[in-house]
């Protein structure tokens, strides 16, 4: 079963650095795209970026690129997100998903991601 | 303010049908596929139709998706209670060169 698990909820203070995870199982992780996405209170899903693990590659949403870094550590199947100064404003849910498509020599127009994990979230208040 | 445009909420009865609509431009849903998504509160979204009218297996024929233009729509007959959640669209933009959602559209079955 290919699977996603997120590291768990986080609290903390602005200004404050955090990195969250993101464990790939049952697919060759170094195969396909990482996507992050966040998902503010009460809110829709807006996509942050991608990277490959494979690479590593990445691709930054124009809203976030110099915001956020991500990462990916190939020996233990895992793409990290992190923050180094963290406002309340990016208190959200922020999820991984598997980019995914039908074949291999598909363009990105023809992605999409499935599974999700199961999401991690960040709360960030002083 | 997200890029693609979907009603905040759609309702509709027992066994009934409904459309979820989500409107965009000729950079994602005009030249690209459109892809739905289903989200139960304090859940992960869950993929629900690919392709614009692809669906996954596992997902039940009363949802089917469609695109005609610049806009695309999510279908559910059939109408249940166990519908009743978030439903968000998404597709390529190739003006951003990323992926663009909509703001997400909440079912109430009544």
């Known amino acids: 079963e290919v699977q996603l698990v997120q590291s768990g909820a986080e609290v903390t203070k602005p200004g404050e650095s955090l990195k969250i995870s993101c464990k790939g199982s049952?697919?060759?992780?170094?195969?396909?795209?990482i996507a992050w996405v966040r998902q503010m209170p009460g809110k829709g899903l807006e996509w942050m970026g991608i990277?490959?693990?494979?690479?590593?590659?990445?691709r930054y949403s124009p809203s976030f690129e110099g915001q956020v870094t991500m990462s990916v550590d190939k020996s233990i199947n895992t793409a990290y997100l992190q923050w180094n100064s963290l406002k309340a404003s990016d208190t959200a849910v922020y999820y991984c998903?598997?980019?995914?498509?039908?074949?291999?020599?598909?363009?990105?127009?023809?992605?999409?991601?499935?599974?999700w994990g199961q999401g991690t979230q960040v709360t960030v208040s002083s | 303010q997200s890029v693609l445009t979907q009603p905040p909420s759609a309702s509709g009865t027992p066994g009934q049908r409904v459309t979820i609509s989500c409107s965009g431009n000729n950079s994602n849903i005009g030249s690209n596929y459109v892809y739905w998504y289903q989200q139960f509160p304090g859940k992960a979204p869950k993929l629900l139709i690919y392709?614009?009218?692809q669906r996954p297996s596992g997902v039940p024929d009363r949802f089917s998706g469609s695109k005609s233009g610049t806009s695309a729509s999510l279908a559910i007959s059939g109408l249940r209670s166990e519908d009743e959640t978030d439903y968000h669209c998404?597709?390529?933009?190739?003006?951003?060169?990323?992926?663009?959602f909509g703001g997400g559209t909440k079912l109430t079955v009544l």
């Open positions: 998903a598997k980019v995914s498509a039908t074949s291999s020599s598909a363009t990105f127009q023809e992605h999409w991601f499935d599974p």
């Open positions: 049952g697919y060759s992780f170094t195969s396909f795209w």
């Open positions: 392709g614009s009218d």
């Open positions: 990277i490959h693990p494979g690479g590593p590659s990445t």
């Open positions: 998404a597709a390529w933009d190739d003006s951003l060169s990323g992926w663009v």
